[in-house]
């Protein structure tokens, strides 16, 4: 017995160190799975988050003047003669705004200059020709205009056909480096130099769209030759805030007193909403005088193409076509507002902590069987979905669950799994062990004729269960096969109203498997009656417990008991039951209705010693609660096909209302009849217990 101890107790420890190492195995799998989705599946999580909480842009911050279809039936196409710019501009101005931010580009000289009409005019005598070439332009007269307003103009990188980006002014210069895979382009498309000298500020308006053509950030800084440049949106933000320059700290960004963070492409992810209709203007308003006088005071202005079949359409998670001045109006509220998202260095490491937590819960729930454990780390898991969208909302933070839950699940995924297999392969070596014991009995027909005998005389007849309790109607049915020897029922009252019934199924074979049958009824009977008695308050499960410490001090290495234990309390139809390895119970409805008791249960006797637990159900009067041996489920007709669970129910259903002792009979009947001329390869033991009621 010692040595069949040490053997469960190597098999168990095997048993943990595989499903512990499958855990292992799963959450690196999820690890690889999360990096493999990180960047797809944080965009599509962040993506969520803004849809489900817009930013609320208020109007106080940025205002935008668009040049819309209104406007171009006002003025005409675009683009349009540097006059009306200039009067637009001087509009913005005059509220005193804190910068007026052009999200074009005056790459070209106005086509109304006056020297132009002295070319189309030849005609001309060369004093008026003269005259005309010595105004001043109109480029010239929006400088003017520009230089007297603080106007931030656009610019943009390019790969060919641009400016040598060393001839070009960045006032102030950014101090620092920038992060090391910042947006580089070698030539840059500027106003025309008059213009372009005259402003307060000067950005790129390049932002390419991420992978899935959404806009998601603004570049903080764009690498123009060797020079860097500021984002079109950091530059007006900058001087809303009257910051004296941008200075780059490692991924940081310093505006003033805030700290901006950027990714490695030096880009701010931004919250995004919707801008306000008070804060958006038709140019073709603002240069007619019809915008309020304080419309634009204080604020920062930006001024961009709107019109329907304009190029400057983009999408963002918020919208699928969008201006996309109104993109870069909503960046520089954000950084004006404290707007911007962040993902600094202790999320990443926060995320594989609740990462390593769920595995580690998945492995003491592998290792212990406390399965409770991973309903913990499913609310885990959950709390973490539930905290990224919290610190999204509240907090700005970008913290991504999706790689602890992937981690956690696949880990759990891979325990379940080597847990299944492992249950698999014990019943693969029972199932083999069995046969083999049947196989070897029926070689031995005087022994088996003498376990029979042993078997039948031990169980109590129909007279002795009518007699128990006119409460609760038995019938009992066993028909020993011709290989094995082991089945065995019972059932007696512990006091006035409650009725012990047990079913039970030794493994093993001949006379050893009839006479440890034997024991383990006598057993049953005398431990059960003893911890139990009439005490209402007892535990049943500590009980089988005992019994099955008991059980394994007799038994040697090729006996184990299933067993069903149950108590019937007969005033009320409430059972407490506890399943060591055997077969769940059935119980059929007043009303025909037939269920099965899923119980959690423990393994058979004598394998190990474990706690097993008492569980509990109601039988209203009528109901029938129907007990089976594995000989009723697995029974098998010619062509070797397995009755099974829903077979037996199956039975159950068509047997119509009947007694107790009748429905026994008849199922076992049933089940034989399904067997046809086959042999038996168990015995069949079916106890029915029809509760009646007071």
């Known amino acids: ?29 999820g690890a690889l799975l999360s990096l493999a989705v990180g960047e797809w599946g944080r965009r599509t999580l962040f993506d969520e988050w803004q849809r489900a909480a817009p930013r609320t842009i208020a109007p106080d911050k940025v205002a935008v003047v668009l040049i819309d279809s209104l406007s171009l039936d006002a003025v005409g196409p675009w683009p349009w003669p540097r006059y009306y710019m200039a009067r637009l501009t001087e509009e913005i101005a005059k509220q005193q705004p804190k910068a007026i931010g052009f999200d074009v580009v005056f790459a070209e000289p106005d086509a109304l200059n006056p020297g132009n009409f002295a070319g189309l005019y030849p005609e001309l005598d060369a004093a008026t020709a003269g005259r005309l070439k010595a105004l001043p332009t109109m480029d010239s007269l929006l400088a003017q205009v520009f230089g007297n307003a603080p106007v931030v103009l656009a610019r943009v990188g390019t790969d ?36 372009d000298g005259v402003a307060l500020g000067h950005a790129l ?96 202005v930006l001024v961009g193409l709107g019109a329907e079949g304009t190029a400057d359409i983009v999408a963002t998670p918020l919208e699928t076509e969008i201006f996309g001045v109104l993109v870069q109006a ?10 911007w998202l962040s993902r600094p260095p202790w999320i990443g490491w926060a ?6 937590l769920l595995v580690t819960l998945a492995l003491f729930a592998g290792g212990t069987r406390r399965y409770w454990l991973l309903a913990l780390g499913g609310a885990i898991a959950a709390a ?11 907090a700005n933070l970008l913290f991504d669950p999706l790689r602890p839950t992937l981690v956690g699940v696949t880990a759990a995924i891979a325990m379940g799994i080597t847990l299944f297999m492992l249950a698999r392969a014990e019943r ?38 009518t007699a128990l309790d006119p409460r609760a109607q038995i019938g009992a049915v066993l028909r020993p096969a011709k290989s094995v020897g082991g089945d065995f029922y019972d059932a007696l009252m512990l006091g006035p109203d409650r009725l012990l019934f047990i079913v039970g199924d030794v493994t093993g074979k ?3 498997a009839a006479l440890y049958m034997a024991l383990s009824k006598a057993l049953s009977k005398s431990v059960l009656s003893r911890s139990v008695g009439d005490d209402m308050g007892a535990d049943l499960g500590e009980a089988v417990a005992a019994l099955n410490r008991d059980l394994m001090a007799e038994a040697d290495d090729e006996m184990g008991v299933t067993m069903l234990v149950g108590v019937l309390d007969c005033a009320s139809g409430e059972v407490a039951l506890v399943n060591a390895g055997h077969e769940n119970p059935l119980v059929v409805r007043a009303d025909g209705v037939v269920e099965t008791l899923p119980l959690r249960g423990g393994p058979p006797f004598c394998v190990v010693d474990f706690p097993y637990p008492e569980e509990r159900a109601r039988l209203a009067t009528g109901d029938t609660l129907v007990l089976i041996t594995d000989g009723a489920t697995e029974a098998q007709d010619a062509s070797q096909a397995l009755l099974g669970l829903e077979g037996v129910i199956a039975a159950l259903r068509g047997e119509g209302e009947m007694a107790a002792t009748e429905r026994a009979e008849d199922l076992a009947d049933r089940i034989r009849g399904f067997e046809g001329e086959t042999e038996p390869s168990d015995d069949l033991t079916i106890l029915v217990i029809q509760y009646r009621g007071e």
């Open 351 to 356: 995320e594989w902590t609740a990462a390593l």
């Open 160 to 195: 060919h056909d641009g400016l040598d980006p060393a001839g070009l002014l960045v006032d102030p210069p950014i101090r620092g480096t920038p992060p090391p895979n910042v947006a580089r382009y070698p030539q840059v498309v500027a106003s025309l130099p008059e213009i």
């Open 428 to 465: 693969t070596r029972l199932a083999a062990a069995l046969t083999e014991q049947r196989v070897s009995a029926a070689e031995q027909e005087g022994e088996l004729k003498a376990a029979r005998r042993i078997q039948l005389g031990m169980v109590p007849n129909a007279a002795s269960l």
């Open 330 to 339: 909503q960046a520089v509220d954000a950084i004006l507002g404290g707007g």
């Open 384 to 394: 973490l979905w539930a905290g990224s969208f919290v610190a999204f909302d509240r």
């Open 510 to 512: 001949g006379v050893p």
């Open 205 to 300: 308006v390049n932002g390419p769209p991420d992978e899935d053509g959404n806009v998601r950030h603004v570049p903080l800084t764009i690498l123009a030759g060797r020079q860097a440049m500021p984002g079109f949106a950091i530059e007006l933000a900058r001087i809303g805030l009257d910051a004296p320059d941008l200075a780059w700290e490692g991924s940081r960004l310093k505006l003033g007193k805030r700290t901006l963070e950027a990714d490695s492409a030096g880009r701010l992810a931004f919250r995004m909403g919707r801008l306000p209709d008070s804060a958006a203007f038709s140019a073709a308003e603002v240069i007619g005088g019809k915008v309020a006088p304080d419309a634009f005071a204080g604020k920062v």
């Open 1 to 29: 017995m010692a040595s069949s101890s040490k053997s469960d107790a190597k098999a168990s420890d095997a048993a943990r160190q595989i499903v512990g190492w499958a855990v292992l195995l799963g959450g690196l799998i």
